[in-house]
Structure formats: structure tokens, C-alpha cells
């Protein structure tokens, strides 16, 4: 129902912005909340941010709330995230996923039981 592209990866230095992108090829993007998600070398996936299915509702992670900036354009079926103040800690490979029955909150703490990802985007932050 929904496929997932990341894109924007690179590597930055430290306190550096990036910005990455999601685009979803599937026909009801508009009716998933989305989200992305992050693992870094040798760690499990966590939870960096998401969004409601009008992009208003958002959460973020601690560790990137205030840097980072979630949104989604509906009419383009692609996810945003806007990453300022780049920290080694943020190397990872970024991950979004829709989810069609949770909201964005719900969606923070199901991390590997969501179904739709796609195949994510290596962000690297040197010091």
C-alpha cells in the first residue's frame, strides 16, 4: 500500500544541516501517519520524530527536539526532515515509516512492529 524512498544522506560535520526526504509511491499517503527513525552503528533502531496524518501532531525524541524539524507535504507524498546542529551522536542510518491505524504518538514507542519502511539513508557526522 505504501513504498518508502529515502533520500538526502551525506556526510556533514558536526553542526552542520541536513535535510532529508521521503517520498511514498503508493496512492494514500495522505491517510498514514509518518515518521522517521534511526539506527546507528551497532545499536538498535530509535525513534527520532513523527507526524499525524495532517502534520500538525508531532513528536520528537529528547535527543533531537529542538534540532530537529519533522513535516510532510501531502499533495507531493513526501516526508521531511530538517536536521540543524548536526552531532557525531546523529550518525545513523535514517529510516521513515507510515503507519496506517496509529497516531504519531503511538508510533514513537512501536519502533520494529512497524510494517512499512523504507530501505533508509546514511547520514555520517564527523567531529
Not at 530538517?82 to 551522536?89: I, T, Y
Request: glycine share 10%.
Amino acid at each position: 500500500q505504501v513504498q518508502l524512498a529515502e533520500s538526502g544522506g551525506g556526510l556533514v560535520q558536526a553542526g552542520d544541516s541536513l535535510s532529508l526526504s521521503c517520498t511514498d509511491s503508493g496512492r494514500f499517503f495522505s491517510n498514514f501517519s509518518v515518521g522517521w527513525f534511526r539506527q546507528p552503528p551497532g545499536k538498535d533502531r530509535e525513534f527520532v520524530a513523527s507526524c499525524n496524518k495532517g502534520g500538525v501532531v508531532t513528536h520528537y525524541s529528547d535527543s533531537v527536539k529542538g534540532r530537529f524539524t519533522i513535516s510532510r507535504d501531502n499533495a507531493k507524498s513526501t516526508l521531511y526532515l530538517q536536521m540543524n546542529n548536526l552531532k557525531p551522536e546523529d550518525t545513523a542510518v535514517y529510516y521513515c515509516t507510515a503507519d496506517l491505524l496509529h497516531d504519531a504518538q503511538a508510533m514513537s514507542v512501536m519502533g520494529n512492529y512497524l510494517k512499512f519502511w523504507g530501505q533508509g539513508t546514511q547520514v555520517t557526522v564527523s567531529s
